[in-house]
């Protein structure tokens, strides 16, 4: 499955809403998609599972939904620590990872 | 605390081979699953592989069958990757990275990660 993130660079202003958005190539099915956040020279971190799911001490403000296709990660009221790469993963078949989307500050 | 430790940057020549450990320690070793990831300099990231800790079951992604192998030792709380016939663009850092749970799952804790060169 190709996992297709838009756009590749976000530039927003902390405080406002980020929307990053990962496009499969077939059906993700039960909706197997996470989101990871890296911020440089650092690992990647978990954000989100199965789609919507917040992983442990992933504050309020990141939400992720979607299915089938079409998934969707929102961040509310971007903190300055937000601004980094964010990827998209599928593992409902052999995982593969999005390009990725940078979120840069305007 | 949960933790992945991994070995120390290697420098290999095209066509050797090149073993990875992953040491964990603060969790249940055989209750989850190892994946490894890799970022090749200022790319994205790129799954390899997965290793069962309960069973040494491993999944490997397509474009690298019959070059990876992942194993476990139990014995020591370790998972190793071996990948071999390198080329330039294995040139990367390699993560390994707990799944969430004992199937093939996101990881939740990573390895500080290990880069390799490979230059002839």
């Known amino acids: 499955i190709v996992l297709t993130q838009s756009p590749a660079i976000l530039s927003l202003s902390p405080g406002e809403v980020g929307t990053l958005f990962c496009g499969a190539s077939?059906?993700?099915?039960?909706?197997?998609v996470a989101w990871y956040q890296q911020r440089p020279g650092q690992a990647p971190r978990l954000l989100i599972h199965?789609?919507?799911t917040r992983a442990t001490g992933v504050p309020f403000r990141f939400r992720g939904s979607g299915s089938g296709t079409n998934f969707t990660l929102t961040i509310n009221s971007l903190e300055p620590e937000d601004f980094a790469m964010y990827y998209c993963?599928?593992?409902?078949?052999?995982?593969?990872f999005g390009q990725g989307t940078r979120l840069d500050v305007k | 605390q949960i933790q992945l430790v991994q070995s120390g940057s290697e420098v290999k020549r095209p066509g050797a081979s090149v073993k990875l450990s992953c040491k964990t320690s603060?969790?249940?070793?055989?209750?989850?699953?190892i994946n490894w990831v890799r970022q090749a300099p200022g790319q994205g990231l790129e799954w390899l592989g997965w290793?069962?800790?309960?069973?040494?079951?491993?999944q490997y992604a397509q474009n690298l069958q019959g070059r990876l192998t992942l194993t476990t030792d139990t014995s020591t709380n370790t998972v190793y990757m071996e990948l071999r016939s390198l080329k330039s663009d294995d040139t990367a850092i390699y993560y390994c990275?707990?799944?969430?749970?004992?199937?093939?799952?996101?990881?939740?804790?990573w390895g500080q990660g290990t880069l390799v060169t490979v230059s002839s």
């Open positions: 199965d789609s919507s």
């Open positions: 603060g969790y249940m070793f055989s209750a989850y699953g």
């Open positions: 990275a707990r799944g969430i749970s004992a199937v093939l799952t996101p990881a939740d804790y």
């Open positions: 077939q059906r993700v099915s039960h909706s197997y």
């Open positions: 993963q599928q593992y409902a078949s052999s995982p593969t």
């Open positions: 290793v069962s800790e309960y069973d040494g079951n491993t």
